[in-house]
């Protein structure tokens, strides 16, 4: 979807979640090392990342848009809704 068919909100929210998850990265640390950023800090990230997220899903759903996220290979087919395996055709991985 290109930037010209979002709407003033949607590119805020874009802008804004993009910039959240640059700091993020630019401030991640090594395993065992401290973060520079407190704990609630980061709990505050990860809310305003999940609000974000949530009202892209309203606005894009108000729009009649499918936010499909979810990365496929073009000749996969598209399931409509859950996929049911049945049971029997599960093996068990030898010892």
Aim: hydrophobic share 30%.
């Amino acid at each position: 979807m290109s930037e010209h068919e979002l709407t003033k909100e949607e590119r805020i929210l874009r802008a804004v979640k993009q910039t959240l998850t640059r700091v993020i990265k630019d401030t991640a640390t090594q395993p065992g090392l401290k973060h520079p950023l407190s704990e609630p800090t980061i709990e505050d990230l990860r809310h305003c990342l999940v609000l974000i997220s949530e009202r892209e899903r309203e606005l894009a759903e108000a729009a009649g848009r499918a936010e499909e996220k979810r990365p496929y290979y073009v000749d996969e087919p598209r399931a409509s809704g859950p996929v049911e395996v049945p049971l029997t055709k599960l093996k068990k991985k030898p010892n």
